[in-house]
């Protein structure tokens, strides 16, 4: 019974949605689509308000808008959209640029969250990738040479063991390049991290905490909440260059919460649930914009 009642909620609240989306086009003239490009502020205002109307739309072009493998370029879709909804260009200019860089923008996003899971999925190999896991250990300990591959010394970096390899099973190279390029591209505060974490008191396992803000990027990621950020930044394609940089963003906040909380280890799911919230937070502004600046020779994070 249940189920039935929530069915006919959906249902009316599908039909009054459409209703209202009928009168305002008869009383403006303009669709949805169209209002959209008119009202909205560029970046994520206005490219989540048209994916919500492009993916709520039961127009078969709107539908093919989303297809990732088509024989038409997303051009001549935009161009089967326009003619399907009788948007003509001579009266409306200002529509097939800012709807191109929404469709652009929603495009970008769904190529780099396949290239992330595909990177997350890549295993581990030793003879492929055991350099550059020896290059981590040197740009994080410069001053403390590896006794030998295999060995605890891996544990004052916060690996669980002797071999830091196993480590990367769940996040897969995305977790193992995530730790490279904070450490390497931000060598400076990543080592400033690294000592915070092996506070004797306040101390986390580093390497740990950091392949789990791996996933914790991802979970955001796949869940949408990380729209708001990507759709905003200045390029429409956003690259793996652009999520690293959102991962060292989050880790350092992460840690600047860890300081200032001052816990022991074994609240760590306490300290991630609170950060989660507060990240959370950040994200739902439409206007967001994470990024990493310089101040006073210090690496810090802030909203743009």
């Excluded at 994916?51 to 001549?76: I, Y």
């Excluded at 803000?213 to 990507?230: D, P, Q, V």
């Excluded at 390029?235 to 001052?262: A, N, Q, R």
């Amino acid at each position: 019974m249940y189920q039935i009642y929530l069915y006919v909620n959906q249902l009316f609240n599908l039909t009054l949605h459409s209703m209202w989306k009928w009168i305002i086009h008869k009383v403006t003239g303009r669709c949805e689509l169209l209002r959209i490009q008119y009202e909205e502020q560029p970046g994520a205002y206005r490219t989540i308000k048209t994916e919500l109307s492009v993916d709520k739309s039961k127009l078969r072009e709107c539908q093919a808008l989303k297809e990732k493998r088509s024989e038409k370029s997303l051009s001549e879709r935009i161009e089967d959209v326009m003619q399907a909804k009788k948007i003509v260009h001579e009266k409306h200019p200002i529509f097939r640029p800012r709807f191109t860089e929404c469709m652009e923008r929603m495009t970008g996003y769904s190529q780099l969250t396949d290239e992330i899971e595909l990177l997350r999925t890549e295993k581990y190999e030793e003879g492929k990738h055991v350099n550059q896991l020896l290059d981590l250990w040197k740009v994080l300990k410069p001053d403390e040479p590896l006794e030998q591959r295999f060995t605890r010394q891996w544990g004052d970096i916060g690996f669980q063991g002797a071999d830091p390899a196993t480590d990367f099973r769940g996040m897969g190279l995305l977790g193992f390049e995530n730790l490279r390029y904070f450490s390497t591209q931000h060598n400076e505060i990543a080592r400033q991290t690294l000592l915070h974490s092996n506070h004797p008191k306040y101390g986390y396992s580093f390497a740990i905490v950091g392949i789990n803000m791996t996933e914790l990027c991802i979970r955001f990621f796949k869940n949408g909440a990380l729209k708001s950020h990507f759709y905003n930044l200045d390029k429409k394609f956003p690259t793996m260059t652009d999520f690293h940089e959102l991962y060292c963003y989050i880790l350092i906040d992460f840690d600047k919460l860890w300081m200032s909380e001052k816990p022991n280890i074994m609240q760590f799911n306490e300290i991630r649930k609170k950060y989660e919230e507060q990240l959370t937070a950040e994200l739902s502004k439409p206007n967001v914009k994470l990024c990493l600046t310089s101040e006073k020779s210090n690496l810090v994070v802030q909203e743009c």
